[in-house]
């Protein structure tokens, strides 16, 4: 029987070529999309779930006030495990390091290095290719690296034994090298060092203060514990009775973050980079399962629009003895096999676009055919698809009454055009919303990048210190000083794009010693503030009319709006910085030293000269490659061990918003498609209904109508559809892109002429779509269509 279904249906498809071509590219295309994202969903919800622990594996986090950050101090860890049986192990890591390595003469400049605990690697599971887990960190001064690295770096040869010279100054020996990271870790590092290398240059760390926060604590808990529904909870409440105790200021908040929220779930401060975001999984899921119902819509409208031409079919085969279940099996196989053949399609269609996905996105996807689990998704898929797209019309054709049928009394039905109306409906209220989605997220990316910052970023070139090139700052002052190219420069310790520096030892008349406000403060020289560009609101900047001072303090408005005082009174007014005990000396109006999705936050500037971080260059647009080559040949006088590099201080600003930048592209191209496989339904719907009307059209023309009139009357119909779609959309992107914009502290308004220029442009795209259609009918010559009348 079911043989015979598919040999039918086969022969339906092969007779209705077009009605075929349109569904099996549509849902193809559809499901093409769906498998994409389905594959990146995956990967995104998957992270860090491959270590043994992963369920009772947490990382340390803390909250004050406003202020959330990923970090602890170096010695909490270890103290909460020996007073808490509920923690079984502790691990720390320290932030990714930019380093320098020289290996057989070869200078490597390497970014992805991090010091850890040397129990790391028994406590998550990354796999050693050479080396053993237990021991391999044990001793300091050694190191292990990545088989991508190794490979790098010694190439055939066995990289165990093999010397790694640190930062031209410190030798490590290579006692491991790691099977390459799993691409959904959070992790993403090359070299890992044992903290034992770096504990007697960090008091942190060899007193195990409670003070500073700069390390990654990750516990992994008792199972009764952890699986328990308050266990984790009690935990916490356990923590911050000690942290009470143990801390002067009990504003903080420690937390445990389940180790597989980290990627999805993280809006923390000071965290590892290139983390995910549940919102947007939740997003591109969404649009992926609209674009296939939009596909599905296609199948359905097409096949009740043609439902008079199958009417007779039904009529022969009930007449004969067929019962209505058996003709339902037999339009569910034709949409099958329909949905069977846009499968295999969809797949050639993955494997060709994948590395471009790839590329887009960010990620490293890749499809592994063994995988049972994949196979079985895509039968689902089929089967889904199948039986929703051809649901509908096997109960609506499966239904008709063989009598009135055969006898050609068989009518348009009122609840047939009605639903069909409601698909094409509900296929542009879905176009019409991806197109408000696509400029809403155009419109922010471009607020972001016009946003007046509070400085001036242009023709900045940062360049960082390393090496010898700190302790000959007043040499290169000095040369910098004498060249005409270099001469408008500033020294500072951090870059204000992401500062994630911060202190809760700050105090003035009047506050409260217990609120926990994290204040960030950023170190330069007296040129800094003028370089920027930052406006000086009251006082003075720093410069080289006033001696330096580590007792004068330069602060923003919130800082002094803080402190309860305005412009008038804020001059002189007692600060203390870190046991520093000084003055505000001027106050500067705010500018954003953070990425965007956060307030600006209080912040301190003040001089120093003993731990320079950076050097900013502003030069012309069209002395930049000269002003870089000049640089490079200072640098390499001054510190010839470290090769020169350099960034632009515009380009560092956009990479904070990579991950934004990504999903506009992304989010362009589903809009594109879910629209195309739109016009693709209303194509072949007005295709038909104008092969349906070709004789009243005929008729139409020997009485004297225009082919303007004629293209009017098929296409007045659709353009009603298209408008109440516009119009119920409207609402429902307003609402879902609020929700979205919600994410940044900072964020452009949705205008009007957003959704006007959507409406513009789902109702251009619908009227171009169906005119087609229309004119192609309304200029056939009335003779070929009513010569057999």
């Not at 010091?115 to 887990?133: H, I, M, R, T």
């Not at 004498?482 to 420069?489: A, D, E, M, V």
């Not at 989010?667 to 629209?675: C, Q, S």
Request: glycine share 6%.
């Amino acid at each position: 029987m079911f043989k015979n279904y598919l040999k039918i249906a086969w022969r339906n498809l092969n007779k209705n070529k077009s009605f075929s071509i349109l569904n099996i590219l549509g849902l193809s295309i559809g499901m093409a999309c769906s498998i994409l994202i389905l594959l990146w969903v995956q990967n995104e919800v998957s992270y860090d779930q491959f270590h043994t622990d992963a369920d009772r594996t947490y990382r340390f986090i803390v909250n004050s006030g406003d202020f959330k950050t990923a970090v602890s101090s170096a010695g909490m860890g270890p103290d909460l495990m020996d007073e808490l049986s509920e923690i079984e192990s502790v691990v720390r890591t320290t932030k990714f390091q930019k380093v320098l390595f020289h290996v057989n003469d070869k200078v490597y400049e390497e970014g992805q290095f991090m010091y850890v605990d040397d129990n790391f690697l028994s406590f998550f599971d990354f796999p050693l290719l050479q080396g053993e887990a237990v021991s391999a960190l044990e001793n300091p001064n050694t190191i292990v690296l990545t088989q991508t690295m190794a490979q790098k770096y010694f190439g055939d040869d066995n990289a165990l034994g093999k010397t790694i010279k640190l930062n031209n100054n410190k030798n490590l020996k290579v006692t491991g090298v790691l099977k390459d990271l799993p691409s959904n870790s959070h992790f993403k590092f090359d070299f890992i060092a044992p903290t034992s290398t770096i504990i007697s240059i960090d008091q942190n760390l060899a007193n195990k203060t409670w003070g500073n926060f700069d390390y990654y604590s990750y516990f992994k808990l008792d199972k009764n514990v952890a699986l328990s529904k308050t266990g984790v909870g009690d935990l916490e409440a356990k923590i911050n009775a000690i942290a009470d105790k143990r801390l002067s200021n009990d504003a903080f908040n420690f937390r445990l973050q389940p180790l597989t929220d980290i990627h999805l779930y993280s809006d923390l401060q000071i965290d590892v980079a290139g983390h995910g975001n549940i919102q947007y999984v939740n997003i591109f899921l969404v649009v992926a399962l609209f674009i296939l119902v939009v596909a599905c819509i296609n199948f359905m409208n097409l096949a009740t629009a043609r439902s008079a031409k199958r009417a007779k079919e039904v009529g022969l085969r009930k007449a004969i003895g067929a019962y209505r279940g058996q003709l339902i099996g037999q339009f569910l196989s034709e949409s099958i096999l329909l949905s069977f053949i846009s499968l295999v399609l969809a797949i050639v269609l993955v494997f060709l676009t994948l590395p471009f996905f790839n590329e887009i996105s960010g990620s490293t996807l890749g499809v592994d055919i063994t995988d049972g689990s994949f196979w079985g998704g895509l039968v689902v898929i089929v089967l889904v698809t199948g039986l929703f797209a051809g649901s509908y019309p096997a109960l609506y054709l499966s239904r008709f009454n063989p009598i009135k049928v055969l006898k050609g009394n068989l009518k348009k039905t009122g609840g047939n055009l009605f639903l069909r109306n409601g698909l094409v409906t509900l296929q542009f209220i879905i176009s019409a919303v991806l197109i408000v989605a696509t400029g809403v997220v155009y419109h922010q990316l471009n607020f972001i990048k016009d946003k007046n910052l509070g400085f001036d970023k242009s023709n900045m070139i940062i360049v960082p210190f390393r090496g010898a090139l700190g302790e000959k700052r007043d040499a290169l002052a000095a040369t910098l000083e004498q060249h005409p190219l270099l001469k408008n420069y500033s020294i500072f310790n951090n870059v204000p794009t992401d500062l994630d520096t911060g202190t809760t030892d700050i105090f003035w008349n009047g506050k409260d010693e217990t609120d926990g406000i994290v204040v960030p403060d950023l170190g330069m020289d007296d040129r800094f503030i003028d370089l920027f560009g930052i406006e000086v609101l009251a006082g003075r900047g720093f410069s080289e009319e006033f001696t330096i001072s580590d007792k004068n303090y330069v602060i923003n408005e919130t800082l002094m709006k803080l402190m309860g005082k305005n412009l008038d009174n804020i001059i002189g007014e007692p600060l203390a910085l870190n046991d520093r005990d000084g003055q505000v000396v001027g106050v500067v109006k705010d500018f954003h030293f953070k990425p965007l999705q956060y307030n600006i936050e209080p912040l301190v500037l003040r001089q120093e000269e003993n731990n320079p971080g950076f050097l900013a260059v502003r030069t012309t647009m069209n002395q930049t490659e000269a002003s870089i080559a000049a640089l490079e040949n200072i640098h390499a006088e001054l510190n010839p061990a470290f090769p020169f590099s350099y960034s632009f201080l515009d380009a560092d600003l956009e990479k904070l918003y990579d991950s934004e930048q990504q999903m506009s592209t992304i989010f362009n191209i589903l809009a594109l498609l879910g629209i195309f496989i739109s016009c693709l339904g209303i194509y072949g719907l007005s295709a038909f209904i104008a092969e349906q009307r070709i004789k009243e059209i005929g008729i139409r023309k020997v009485l004297g109508a225009s082919v303007q009139s004629i293209t009017t009357l098929l296409s007045k119909d659709f353009l009603k559809l298209v408008l109440t779609a516009i119009v119920l959309a409207i609402p429902i992107s307003w609402y879902f892109m609020s929700k979205w914009l919600e994410d940044f502290a900072y964020r452009t308004t949705i205008s009007w002429w957003i959704f006007a220029l959507a409406g513009l442009l789902a109702l251009t795209i619908a009227l171009l779509t169906v005119s087609y259609q229309a004119i192609k009918a309304a200029i056939v010559n009335p003779v070929k269509s009513l010569r057999s009348e």
